[in-house]
């Protein structure tokens, strides 16, 4: 049984990460928490089930249609939108998923309030879907070159990696 402190530091989640490992019951745990817990300590599994999934990225899977339904909703807390795009970037979504994603991910980045971090989140999982869909290839990098000259440092250095990644 998973038992998150109430207050917690970055060792509390690492060892956790471990102990959950590839063991997709005990990540199953953790997710089950998350979805049944209150806002706080929901914001501390969000960010332990990102660490998982970028050690682990095959225990998401089952999980990601009742994730990616969660980030598509616009009253969900910001740290938990950005954290379920974060784990994104580290699993193939599958083809059935990949239009959701990318219009969570197309919003993401033309919304002007949302965070740079969830931006450049949002950049790196498109430019991953391009891999699949090479169509989408100029229709992300149109979206990103626009955004180019107003990023922020962050947004401009993500920007140009994702570029060079669907010039190739």
Known sequence: MITI????IRTDAVKI??????????????????FAADER???RCIWIISMCTEENPA?????LPKLIKLAG?????????RNIIR???????????????ANICFDALQDLKAPVSIKAFSMSVLANIA???????QEI??????????????????AKKVLKQLAK
């Open 5 to 8: 402190p109430i207050t917690y």
């Open 17 to 34: 990460v471990r102990w959950v490992g590839n063991n997709q019951q005990r990540f199953g745990e953790l997710m089950e928490m998350f």
């Open 41 to 43: 300590t929901a914001l």
């Open 59 to 63: 225990v998401i899977r089952p999980w």
């Open 73 to 81: 909703k616009k009253d969900v807390h910001e740290s938990v939108k």
């Open 87 to 101: 784990t994104l970037q580290f699993v193939e979504i599958p083809r059935s998923l990949q239009g959701t994603v």
């Open 131 to 137: 891999t699949f869909e090479p169509d989408l290839k």
């Open 141 to 158: 990098s149109l979206v990103v070159e626009q955004m180019l000259p107003y990023g922020s440092a962050g947004v401009q250095s993500r």
